[in-house]
């Protein structure tokens, strides 16, 4: 399983933070453990570990609990706020969306370009794809928007050329997700439509296009809207913006899945969701593990500096 993650929210920042400080942050103290022989030094980097464990420890509980909490919905019948939904996933009408790498079709991506330095490879340019796709079940359709999603998928590819590594994650259409999330049903029928202000709006459209409005409602040929006729130009736009506010009206629902106002996890996955669960709960016993090993190696430090 591969991870990538979208959007520049502080979910975002929160995640990637869990990612490279907590694993990467303990095998760093680990390593410079290695080169320090004085105990109150090793003392220290107990802690720091410990610390990080406890750190580790609670992302991976928040994330068990909120898939274990979160029975799946159907879109149709999902409630307003925090759910589970899953679905075949496809494109938004209109030009789809490719893969900046390999020109793949596909509703998200991530990408990342590395350069050889030395024995090592530095990052240097990398995009993550902002674009909202739908998931549909049975019952119906929702729109995902992955600003700020922590975006896990089983599709990656990773190849070398020029003494670059390229590495891509998709999203692809038709690949079943699930997606936890904040859900919103906007209805046309609770839309705030100002139709005074909207008349206006087009009355002032009509204006700024002059030889147009005189065509439209120049009926004597004068070069000139005189009031009459600026009265058959205002019944017009007022018969243009009622018809377009019967089709805002009727048309159907929108549901929406985006990022959590409570700031809980926000997760679009290809996995499964229950299987995640279990992994993070594998996670959350491998924290607290090395959390009580960071506690019995802060006390025999402590002994021997102090």
């Known amino acids: 399983m591969q991870f990538a993650y979208s959007g520049d929210s ?35 980097i107990a802690l720091g570990i410990t610390a990080l464990s406890v750190f580790g420890w609670t992302g991976a509980l928040r994330r068990w609990r909120s ?75 929702c729109l995902v928007d992955p600003e700020g999603a922590e975006v896990l998928t089983t599709s990656k590819n990773s190849w070398e050329d020029g003494g670059e590594r390229y590495t891509q994650w998709l999203l692809r259409a038709e690949e079943r997700i699930h997606v936890l999330g904040n859900f919103t049903t906007r209805s046309s029928l609770t839309l705030q439509l100002d139709r005074n202000a909207d008349i206006s709006d087009l009355l002032a459209e009509w204006k700024r296009d002059h030889p147009q409005l005189l065509k439209r409602f120049d009926l004597d040929g004068d070069g000139q809207i005189s009031l009459k006729e600026w009265e058959l130009a205002r019944s017009a736009a ?59 190696g802060a006390v025999y430090a402590f002994r021997l500096a102090f």
């Open 10 to 44: 502080p979910l975002r920042l929160t995640d990637r933070f869990n990612r490279f400080a907590v694993y990467g942050g303990q095998l760093t103290l680990l390593m410079v453990g290695f080169h320090i022989r004085d105990p109150r030094g090793w003392f220290g």
């Open 238 to 296: 007022r018969r243009e913006i009622e018809a377009k506010h019967r089709e805002v009206r009727s048309a159907p629902d929108l549901h929406v899945i985006h990022y959590p106002d409570g700031g809980q996890p926000y997760i679009i996955s290809s996995i499964r969701l229950d299987k995640l669960a279990g992994r993070y709960m594998w996670w959350a016993w491998g924290h607290l593990a090395v959390f009580f090993g960071g506690i019995a």
């Open 67 to 141: 898939i274990k909490d979160t029975p799946t919905s159907q879109v149709a019948s999902a409630a307003q706020g925090y759910v589970e939904v899953a679905g075949w996933g496809k494109p938004l009408e209109g030009l789809p969306l490719l893969s900046p790498l390999t020109g793949a079709p596909c509703l998200w991506y991530r990408y990342t370009v590395e350069e050889k330095s030395g024995t090592k490879w530095e990052h240097r340019r990398g995009e993550t794809s902002d674009a909202s796709f739908i998931i549909r079940d049975a019952s119906g359709e």
